[in-house]
């Protein structure tokens, strides 16, 4: 299988702890983005990288938010202090900048509960 | 701010009929659309997308339709199977395909 993966599935925890989470994109896709989706909404973007740059961040990616790519492969996304508010599915994406079209790739996602 | 609107919650339709989800957007700097499909706890998966410049994209049973001056996309799946039920998502991106916006979606349910 040579779709995005992303580890762990479901992760739950308790309110003020830290979480990470891991995708590993489609190998030679160099975007790879995070979104995260609460219930009856769309992905809400919250950043993304080119290679190992980031080269954008959502006003949504508070202080407690951090993501690295750190040699333009997988990436982590990591939530310190989580809140209830962090409850939600984190999905990562990602896509080629030499495809024609600007389709992105979803892995299966995170769903985060926080208690 | 919402930049894509689906103002359809849920779709009902039988089997073998077609399927319209529709889409609205209000960033004229927006020039491509996707429609993406989610089954539950899964990801979304791309289906079909549009550049600004078409105004029709069919692929198989699904076509896409773009109405720039009103600034309106729908997705038309024809005919519709029992398989199609999901959520739909309308998406949008800007000038260097970047992020993408999203719609809230639509939930499609094909009766048989």
């Known amino acids: 299988d040579t779709g995005v993966s992303q580890d762990p599935r479901h992760k739950i925890t308790k309110r003020g702890q830290n979480v990470t989470f891991r995708c590993d994109p489609i190998s030679e896709h160099n975007r790879l983005y995070w979104y995260r989706q609460t219930l009856g909404q769309g992905p809400e973007f919250l950043t993304y990288?080119?290679?190992?740059?980031?080269?954008?961040k959502s006003r949504l990616l508070s202080d407690r938010f951090s993501a690295e790519r750190p040699k333009g492969s997988f990436s982590t996304l990591e939530i310190q202090r989580t809140e209830q508010g962090d409850s939600a599915m984190y999905l990562c994406?990602?896509?080629?900048?030499?495809?024609?079209?600007?389709?992105?790739?979803f892995g299966p996602g995170t769903r985060l509960t926080v208690l | 701010d919402q930049q894509v609107k689906q103002n359809s919650p849920s779709l009902s339709v039988q089997e073998g009929r077609i399927s319209i989800l529709n889409c609205d957007y209000t960033n004229s700097m927006f020039d491509y659309f996707l429609w993406y499909k989610k089954y539950p706890a899964e990801g979304p998966t791309f289906l079909i997308s549009?550049?600004?410049?078409?105004d029709k994209n069919e692929d198989g049973r699904f076509t896409v339709f773009l109405n720039k001056s009103a600034k309106h996309l729908s997705l038309h799946i024809v005919p519709s199977q029992p398989g199609d039920s999901a959520v739909y998502f309308c998406a949008a991106s800007g000038q260097y395909g970047n992020k993408l916006v999203f719609g809230a979606g639509t939930i499609l349910r094909v009766k048989s």
């Open positions: 549009i550049s600004s410049i078409k």
């Open positions: 994406a990602s896509r080629s900048i030499a495809g024609a079209g600007n389709e992105q790739f």
């Open positions: 990288f080119q290679n190992e740059a980031q080269l954008e």
